[in-house]
């Protein structure tokens, strides 16, 4: 196999087109920085509720932004409500934080509530209508028994129509990837590709929830949840929240003692949706909402797919890195799962993925991931990735999924 | 489900009512207020045939919190004759004889119930064409 497909051109032939409306950035925008990040340790915090696992990343942000105050607080979440009995969470967020009294919202799109919230904040900034946010992810999944937690992340699909007929989170993808192994002909550990190359890089990572690597035999013994999808096919349920501090380039807030000399740079900010569930989509194995957002956020950034230097993408499960691979345009439909075989995704392939451990072993603290994929992004941006550095990282794409496909941001960082 | 959403979507689960647009004919289930092909205003009902082919599936061994006690089962995406497709749990099938592109055909059947004094609710399910017929033989 030669080099990706997708040959760092926007719109290779089987992705959708993109509207050209779409990809115009208004000259008149702010560039929005990146000016600190905060993460806690994901893992089953039994003896933390998400009002302390939010106060340790906003804690830790603040303090890296050099920083005591923002204009505003942008919350992702997405089960707060059915897990831990808490609404009107960015208010208890603040209020819990010291935030007191400033702006603060809850942003919700199921798995993608945090790129949601990043979005958020960075359109509050580049309009001018804020100079400083904080963007925090935060998920408390561990309150319920496994049951109940599977039946709130059902809340992603469509209630009446995939959710009430008995289907799982998990089964929706397990539907995707029988038919993907079927069509495309994948052998049995065709995508364990994946979440090898996630955990060999999560052993890295201190806040990963799994830092042991795992061989191919390992996920060929691994147990079926929803068939043929397994164990080591799937994200972990989780604890954790990661926050980032915004800033407009230029503002005063850079010179506030920030040590950040060299501040990573949003070049791109692009969302998409896709019909709620599985079945409504004309090709249940194409992610059209990937393509979109991808495209969009390309060209805001002025870049092309040979630029991005590492993608974090949302292997919740394997079979959507296989996917997302395929949706954002560097491999064709059906040949997604190849290049995790291969060696193209690992730190020294040609295109680093889930450089920190990704959903998979990182963990996929849900509304928390869109924020920890963005902390992890300046830390490569700014060559402090420790083992799992990607040498000369300049420019990387991160891409969150809400629901199978309904909702995806992808942002573009670059510095 | 609800009480009052399990009633009001009570005519598309017990008996695959869907809509046809009358702007491109296409077929639509569930029924909808604007049609997913052309975004023209989706049409009169129309009873599905019932009658369909799996395209995936699926067997649950870790169900969400109301089908513990049904687990394992099958459930399936399935392309219904006249187009779309659903979402479905198979019956009369053991999981190890589903397999993609078998023709399977509407059944209404107990889903599930809210508890020992709470509602039974009823839906759609799919058998394999020959599960049919298998039951028409036994019962000559």
């Not at chain 1, 194995?285 to 993408?313: I, Y």
């Not at chain 1, 730190?347 to 072993?361: A, C, F, Y």
């Not at chain 2, 749990?89 to 078998?102: R, S």
Request: charged share 15%; net charge negative; proline share 5%.
């Amino acid at each position: 196999m030669g080099r990706f497909v997708g040959h760092g051109e926007l719109g290779a032939s089987w992705l959708l087109e993109v509207s050209k409306d779409t990809l115009k950035r208004d000259p008149g925008m702010k560039k929005v920085c990146i000016i600190g990040t905060g993460q806690t340790e994901v893992g089953e915090h039994w003896d933390k509720s998400i009002l302390h696992l939010a106060h340790e990343a906003v804690t830790s942000a603040l303090l890296d932004a050099h920083v005591e105050s923002v204009d505003a607080l942008f919350v992702g979440n997405m089960l707060s409500g059915a897990l831990s009995g808490q609404e009107n969470l960015a208010a208890a967020v603040a209020d819990f934080s010291g935030l007191r009294n400033i702006e603060a919202i809850k942003t919700e799109a199921a798995c993608a509530s945090g790129a949601a919230a990043l979005r958020m904040g960075y359109t509050a900034v580049a309009s001018g209508l804020h100079d400083r946010v904080l963007v925090l992810g935060v998920e408390k999944m561990t309150n319920t028994l496994g049951h109940d937690t599977t039946a709130a992340l059902g809340m992603a699909a469509d209630a009446v129509y995939e959710t009430f007929q008995g289907v799982s989170f998990t089964a929706l993808n397990a539907l995707m990837m029988q038919r993907y192994v079927w069509q495309y002909d994948v052998p049995d550990t065709g995508l364990a590709g994946f979440s090898i190359n996630a955990h060999r890089n999560g052993c890295h990572n201190p806040h990963a929830m799994f830092r042991h690597a795992i061989t191919e035999e390992d996920y060929s013994r691994s147990r079926v949840i929803s068939s043929p999808l397994c164990v080591l096919d799937s994200s972990p349920i989780c604890d954790g929240a990661a926050a980032v501090v915004l800033c407009a380039a230029g503002s005063s807030s850079l010179s506030d003692g920030s040590r950040y000399v060299a501040p990573v740079t949003i070049l791109g900010s692009a969302a998409a949706t896709d019909t709620l569930a599985v079945h409504d989509r004309s090709d249940p194995l194409r992610l059209a909402a990937v393509e979109l957002s991808t495209q969009q956020a390309l060209a805001q950034a002025g870049a092309g797919l040979d630029n991005v230097d590492f993608l974090e993408l949302h292997d919740a499960f394997s079979i959507l890195g296989a996917m997302s691979l395929e949706a954002v345009g560097y491999a064709e439909p059906g040949t997604g799962w190849r290049y995790a075989m291969d060696g193209y995704i690992d730190i020294e392939g040609d295109l680093p993925v889930s450089t920190q451990g990704g959903l998979k072993s990182r963990g996929h603290p849900v509304g928390a991931t869109g924020v920890y994929q963005a902390v992890e992004a300046v830390k490569q941006l700014q060559g402090l990735a420790g083992p799992n550095q990607v040498p000369n990282a300049a420019l990387g794409m991160i891409q969150n999924i809400g629901g199978s496909g309904a909702s995806v941001y992808t942002h573009i960082l670059g510095i | 489900m609800f009480v009052p959403s399990s009633w009001r979507t009570r005519h598309q689960r017990y008996s695959l009512i869907g809509e046809v647009c009358p702007a491109c004919d296409k077929h639509i289930f569930p029924p909808r207020d604007v049609c997913p092909h052309c975004d023209q205003p989706a049409g009169p009902a129309h009873k599905f045939n019932g009658t369909g082919m799996v395209f995936s599936y699926t067997t649950l061994f870790q169900p969400p919190a109301g089908f513990e006690s049904q687990a394992p089962y099958v459930v399936a995406l399935v392309q219904l004759d006249e187009g779309p497709m659903l979402t479905a749990q198979l019956t009369d099938v053991e999981a190890e004889e589903v397999e993609i592109g078998m023709k399977v055909e509407m059944v209404p059947r107990k889903l599930m119930e809210d508890g020992p004094q709470g509602q039974v609710h009823y839906c759609y399910k799919f058998r394999p064409l020959w599960a049919k017929a298998a039951q028409a033989g036994a019962s000559v």
